[in-house]
Each structure stands twice: as C-alpha cells, then as structure tokens.
C-alpha cells in the first residue's frame, strides 16, 4: 500500500464524506485501516490493523471516527465482548463521551449509534442504521462494509446482497477500494443463489484486482455449491499467489480449498491442508474466522469417517478462551465440537451452563448476538447428537432441526445439514430414517453430481438395507 496515496482531510470532504478532525494524519491513517479492514489486508509496512489503529489514536485522540472504526473492528471481529471485556466496554463507552460532546455530521453520529447497538448485541438495529447512512451517503466504504458483515453474521442473504446493490451505482472504477465492491456483491448474489451472475460478477473484480480475495473467495463458494470440485481445485490453486496475500482471508480461502478435497474423498489431503495453512494461521492469527474454519474441517473430516487423532485437544486451546463469550451462537456451536471432540466434558459443561443463563436471563445480554436469548435450546439438541454419533451412551435424541438464523454463509452452514442427515440416517427410529433418506434426496437435487452425497446414499442404504 502506497501511504501517499491515502486520502487527507481536503480528500475526504471533497468526496462529500467529511471527517471532524483537523489532522491529514488522522485523515490518512483512517484511510489505510479502512483499507486494510476491505482489502482483507494487514500491512506491516503500516504497522498492521493493530499498529493502524494506535497511531490513530495517537494522531488525534478526540477523532470520532477514529474510535468508530477502531472499536467498530474488535466487535466485528467477534473474539471479544463488553459484557467480559472491561477494556473493550471502555472503548465504547470512551466513543460515546466523545460524540456527545463534539460537533458532528449527522453520518458520523450515526456511526457512533451504529458501534454503541453492535457492542449491546442489537445487530440488525445496527444495520438499519449502516443502511440509513448509505441512503445519503452511498459511497461511505465503512457503512457499506460494516452492513456486509453484520448481514452475512445475521444470515439475512438478501439484505447481505441489496445492502451493495443499490449503493453499485454511485460508485466509479476511479474511486478508491471500487474494485472489491464487486467481491462483496457477487457474495450476496451467489448467497441467494444467482451462482452465474455471481462468478462472472467476481471475475470482473478480479481483471481490476487479481489480488481481491473476497473477489476471489465468492468464485470458490460458487464451484462449492455447484459440486465443481475439480473447477474449485483448479481455480484455487491457479490463483493461490495472488489470494494467499490478503493474510486476514487466507486461511478461509484455504478451507474452502480443503472442502474441495473433501467433497471428493481425498482425505489425507484435506488433512495436509488443515495441517499446513488452516490449523497453523488459526493459532497464529487468534481470528475467529480461521478457528471456526478450523472446527468445521475437523469436524466435516470425522464424520466422513477419519481419524483426526488428537487435533481436537490442540484445537481446543484456542477455543477453550472464548467458551463464555457467546458473542455468536455460530461460533458457540463450533466451540462447542470441538470441546466434544477433545472429551473436556468441563468445558462442554461451562458452555452450555453459561449459554443457559444468558437464554434465562436475555436483560443480562449486553454484549451478546439478539440469537443467543433463544441459543441454549438450539446447542442443547446438538450436543445430545455429536455425543450420540461420538458413541456416548443414552437415549437416542430426535434430530435437531437446523438452527434458523444461524448466520454464516451457506456452504458454512452446510456442516450443520450435514450432521443433520448423518443423525437421522443412524436412529433406530424409522421416522429420522426416512427424514434422512428426503433430506438426501433435496441435498441431490440440489447440488447434482457431488460425491460426498452419493457416498451418503449408499451408507443410509447400506445402514437400512
């Protein structure tokens, strides 16, 4: 990244998004961390997300907007809440002061309310405000970005495409980030099913930016959800130096990657890529993405049958922190695997205990995904399944139901249909058999050709024959 070429405080008012701020530094450095947060790029040269922000603060340490993004990037990354994070419940109470005794445009006290609703758990009333800021102001990157991800954490696909859609037209090939506006609405558009439109929106993205890895990532789910396994492989692999920069998506890129091999039956190499890239970027960068990523590929892996050793307890230590944060439920119930999967029935315990509390008490969610009041009900049915298909002793449980508005991606939640039809297919009940037998049936239709399903009908045959 070039720092000349971040924009000042004559830059942004030009482009009719004015800052309150006096300082070209502060201008500047808001500029780099706001490409970093779309480019899925942490620039060392800039001292990374983490460096960005400090010197923005220390550039103007009254700067609203300043505090908005910076604060606005730990609550998106889920890996933290208020409710157990004094210094985080600080920042946002610090943003509020801030904006209440400052002058400022209506966009930027929108912001500051945006932040304060995501810190509290309230996310879709988040992302009516990012909405809001977007009707006048089409063009601000922030709003368009933050709406992305609270949408894709919502699972609300439509909004996760319109969000882009309608402020597309405003926007210029010359103005800056342009290009990975294209990633982000073939995203939503594959999420509602539109995979054609999707990969050709993506690929106009990538002649502008061969380094887009949302860009790049959009194609991958497109061939995901088309059982393109072959397509996928190739398609990552020819592109793998030009994606494997954007450090922040790199380990994500590598388990759709991972899923490819997986869908085939090439497990050890599936294997050698959660070693390699997924498991090894996952204890590095502490991100929430790469370790539900990382749960998931384990988990996908152990259903297929495949003995994952002792990946499960070298896994937990990375979870094991967050078993009480339950920012997410997605990320709950992918912890939840995992403390499973490593037979730590303290952690399971706590977790669900935990979980339990906050559904009975939802006045006490203060930092909390709206979801979780109603969580326990949904992980509950799914830890008595992974512990029946894990061979612990009891009564068969009926097969939990898919969480409605899980969030996550579709190919994401595929996991969860898939542990879905495995619970159906080995009940002793001939009510779940048959749910498992229409529930392969739909996944056929679906996603015709894919390996992994007709491996799944001959095991329900062979199970009932």
Same mark, same amino acid.
């Given at each position: ?13 030009k482009e009719g998004l004015p ?6 530094? &502060? ?16 620039? *060392? ?10 010197a923005l603060r220390a550039a ?24 157990? +994070? ?21 966009? *930027?006290? $929108?912001? @500051? ?14 992302? *009516? ?7 006048? !102001? ?5 709003? /368009? ?7 894709? %954490? ?64 959009? /194609?991958?789910?497109? !061939? ?27 380990? !994500? ?20 890529? %959660? ?12 991100? $929430? ?14 259903? *297929?049958? @495949? +003995? @994952? ?5 070298? $896994?937990?230590? @990375? ?14 119930? !992918? ?25 009975? &008490? ?78 392969? /049936? ?17 095991? &329900? ?5």
């Open positions: 990244m070039n720092p000349a070429s971040f924009r000042d405080c004559k830059a942004w008012q800052l309150s701020t006096s300082s070209n530094e &502060a201008c500047k450095l808001y500029d780099a961390l706001l490409t970093q947060y779309v480019t899925w790029r942490s620039d *060392e040269t800039l001292g990374g997300v983490e460096g960005c922000i400090s103007d340490p009254n700067f609203v907007m300043g505090h908005v993004i910076g604060t606005g990037l730990e609550l998106v990354g889920t890996g933290s809440s208020v409710r157990l +994070n004094g210094r985080l419940a600080g920042d946002v109470a610090r943003l509020a002061e801030l904006a209440a005794g400052r002058d400022l445009a209506p966009r *930027e006290r $929108l912001h @500051v309310r945006a932040v304060e609703l995501f810190a509290k758990g309230c996310l879709p009333e988040a992302c *009516e405000l990012w909405d809001e800021i977007l009707l006048e !102001h089409p063009t601000d990157m922030l709003a /368009v970005k933050f709406a992305h991800d609270g949408y894709f %954490y919502l699972g609300r696909q439509a909004q996760l495409r319109d969000s882009v859609a309608r402020v597309l037209p405003h926007w210029t090939p010359q103005m800056p980030l342009y290009s990975y506006l294209k990633g982000m609405y073939s995203f939503g558009l594959l999420e509602t099913h539109f995979y054609d439109q999707a990969e050709k929106t993506a690929k106009e993205g990538l002649e502008l930016n061969r380094e887009d890895g949302w860009a790049v990532h959009a /194609v991958a789910h497109v !061939h995901e959800m088309r059982a393109e396994a072959d397509q996928g492989l190739h398609f990552m692999e020819s592109r793998e130096k030009d994606w494997k920069v954007c450090d922040m998506l790199a380990s !994500h890129n590598y388990w759709h990657w991972a899923l490819y091999f997986t869908e085939k039956g090439r497990y050890e190499e599936a294997l050698g890529v %959660y070693d390699d890239e997924v498991v090894r970027r996952c204890k590095a960068s502490g991100s $929430l993405l790469d370790t539900v990523d990382a749960c998931s590929l384990l988990y996908r892996l152990e259903m *297929e049958g @495949v +003995n @994952v050793k002792d990946r499960w307890r070298e $896994l937990l230590q @990375v979870t094991k922190p967050h078993t009480e944060d339950h920012v997410l439920l997605f990320n709950d119930l !992918h912890f939840l695997m995992t403390s499973l999967g490593a037979k730590d029935e303290g952690t399971t315990h706590r977790l669900l205990e935990t979980l339990q509390e906050l559904a009975e &008490a939802p006045e006490r969610i203060s930092s909390t995904s709206w979801q979780e009041a109603s969580g326990c009900p949904c992980a509950r049915p799914w830890w008595r399944t992974t512990g029946r298909l894990r061979g612990r002793r009891g009564p068969a449980a009926a097969p939990p139901l898919p969480p409605a508005e899980i969030g996550g991606s579709d190919a994401q939640r595929d996991l969860f249909h898939q542990l879905l039809v495995h619970s159906a297919m080995k009940s002793d009940k001939k009510q779940h058999q048959k749910l498992a037998r229409c529930l392969l /049936v739909e996944r056929d239709a679906a996603r015709p050709n894919s390996p992994l399903t007709h491996r799944l009908i001959q095991r &329900a045959r062979a199970l009932h024959a």
